[in-house]
């Protein structure tokens, strides 16, 4: 959904401010039902590991999702026909940041567990660690929407992804499988927002800068 053009730049932030913050009260509310049920489905223990584990990843999630979000709309912003070279190149540069986060937040696990006097915490520190990387490429295509200024489409997305982390996280621990159903969830829903995004906003991925395009327009000439 590309932005009006046809409105003021008043009235499309104004409209930009109510999808977005539209789309924060259902993440929280939804993030609060999820609360309540898992409380409830897994008791105070269980539930207190899950707290453990995703207190764990948004402390790094927080710090790359933000970074990223506000680095690709800040470049984007600045000449949306480059939105296609920004994304590549900062998908890019996520799959490497983001891909050693994850590794170094797997591979620190068993410390984390230790301080938390709790070794059964490993395995679901380990699993939880692929949202570290997940987040950090889906924060790439929210920071894009963003600098385009397509706000309806970037609440939309984060509309969806809260109402799927909630479904399956509480799905999944519902069906037996507790914590690992819990956890599980969180990354598959992660997995899905990323698809999703990605088919959303693949028509401008691999756009080519317009400086570029008209050079390759120009025939070459050989000189004899």
């Excluded at 696990?109 to 570290?132: G, H, K, N, Q, W």
């Excluded at 950090?136 to 894009?144: D, K, Q, T």
Aim: aromatic share 10%.
């Amino acid at each position: 959904m590309a932005p009006d053009d046809s409105a003021g730049p008043v009235q499309r932030a104004g409209r930009g401010f109510a999808y977005l913050l539209g789309a924060k009260v259902f993440f929280l509310l939804t993030g609060y039902g999820v609360i309540v049920t898992l409380s409830w489905l897994l008791g105070p223990v269980l539930y207190g590991v899950y707290g453990l584990v995703l207190g764990a990843i948004q402390v790094s999630d927080n710090v790359i999702v933000t970074s990223t979000v506000q680095g690709v709309s800040r470049y984007t912003s600045e000449d949306t026909g480059r939105s296609g070279p920004v994304k590549v190149a900062a998908l890019r540069m996520q799959a490497l940041l983001g891909g050693g986060a994850a590794a170094l937040f797997a591979l620190a696990a068993p410390l984390i567990a230790s301080f938390e006097r709790d070794p059964s915490l490993t395995p679901y520190l380990r699993l939880a660690a692929v949202v570290v990387l997940l987040y950090a490429l889906y924060s790439v295509f929210v920071g894009s929407l963003n600098g385009e200024r397509r706000f309806a489409l970037q609440a939309g997305i984060d509309v969806l992804y809260a109402a799927l982390r909630a479904g399956l996280v509480v799905a999944l621990a519902a069906a037996g499988l507790a914590v690992w159903g819990a956890i599980s969830g969180f990354v598959a829903a992660s997995m899905i927002i990323l698809v999703v995004a990605f088919f959303w906003v693949r028509e401008r991925i691999w756009r080519r800068d317009p400086t570029e395009r008209a050079a390759a327009s120009v025939p070459s000439r050989s000189v004899s």
